[in-house]
């Protein structure tokens, strides 16, 4: 593989480029579904290093292509939207946008498709292909789907993904074969009582009460009556009720999230919560409506691809800096919905620098520039030995 050996000068040359696009991007963060500028960018972009582009594809993504989309054809995914998040960096490239910020790397990620697309611009093959997805909206997990549905996957035999990890150093990377995150669910909860006067809670049905019961009893129910084995995280984020200090409300409504590694739980948790919330509720003589709404399935890493990565991330770093990782994350990504139709695997990719990083999705998190070079080497050599290797691999 002679473009393997001769890119690191290619890349040293061009990162002082990549490096002020990032802080572009960083300093006018698009929230999800809004990309326009983002996407014209990196189309831009792309087209000056000679790739095939089209925009438009899931809303405001883009589709990148070298060669020919015949039955050996690699594929790249990286996701470009912000987050509702005030920035509190002080850095000097910091959110323009008030309110917005990109708290969970993804202008990194667009600048390591953009170095690998860049990388690989004078690959040629009539009968291989390579393809990047510039995905939007990852944020509230409908990116893919969107994606998906306008045929970003056609012809593709396996896919790659990258995501910041705060909690490795610049110059490791993180792989994991099988499950790497959870799926995650929305679930509502509205409680209908009956109100009254706060100094006579024995004539009313709370719902105040009542809804402190239910999150306290479904907590309790998953270690009495769910496979600790199979673990399920359910997390309430709002609770929203009452009117006045000295009244009791008749009605309150929970939102919260639900997560889980096993797929067999898909079909089981709704019905399951739907029993133990109407149980509590009719206990106490008050009514509830449950809604679940599934956002993303868990991410299953394939173990050939993993393997696969984990040998050409060897490699590029060298192996103490290519790490197992030991667990699953609870967190989600919507990178599974593209695994559910083509193989693939997802890495971490350290972004902690020596004054540490904040956490993903915080207004303080400052994921050190040095990672985007490390993901564009590791993720260009994979995608070149999977070229050259595919036959054996897959």
Known sequence: MSLLKNFDKELESFLPELIQIRRHLHSHPELSGQEYQTAA????????????????????????????????????RVDMDA???????????????????????HDIHSCIGLGVAKLLANYKNQSKGIRILFQPAEEIAAGAKWMKQD????????????????????????????????AAAELEINIVGNGGHGARPHETVDSIWISAKIISGIQEAITRKLDALSPVVISFGKIQGGKAFNVIADRVKLLGTVRYIDPGLKN???????????????????????????????????????????????????????????????????????????PGTMFRLGVKGCDNCAPLHNGHFCPDEGSIEIGIKVIVHTLLAWLENHAQQL
């Open 41 to 76: 960018l990196i189309a831009g972009e792309l087209r000056k290093y000679g790739w095939d582009v089209k925009e438009g594809v899931g809303r405001t993504g883009i589709v990148a292509q070298l060669g020919k989309a015949d039955s050996i054809c690699i594929g790249l």
């Open 151 to 182: 045929g970003a996957l056609i012809d593709l035999s396996a896919i790659f993904g990258v995501h910041v990890y705060p909690d490795l150093p610049v110059g490791k990377i993180g792989i994991r074969s099988g499950n790497l995150t959870a």
């Open 268 to 342: 089981i948790l709704p019905a399951w919560i739907e029993e133990i919330v109407q149980g509590i509720v009719q206990s106490f003589g008050a009514k509830a409506e449950v809604k679940y709404r599934s956002i993303a399935p868990p991410i299953y890493n394939d173990p050939i691809l993993t393997k696969f990565l984990e040998e050409s991330a060897i490699a590029v770093l060298g192996k103490t800096n290519v790490l197992r990782l030991e667990k699953p994350s609870m967190g989600a990504e919507d990178f599974a919905e593209l695994l559910e139709n083509i």
């Open 83 to 105: 987050l509702p998040v005030e920035e509190k960096t002080g850095l000097p490239f910091s959110s323009l946008q008030q309110g917005l910020m990109h708290a969970c790397g």
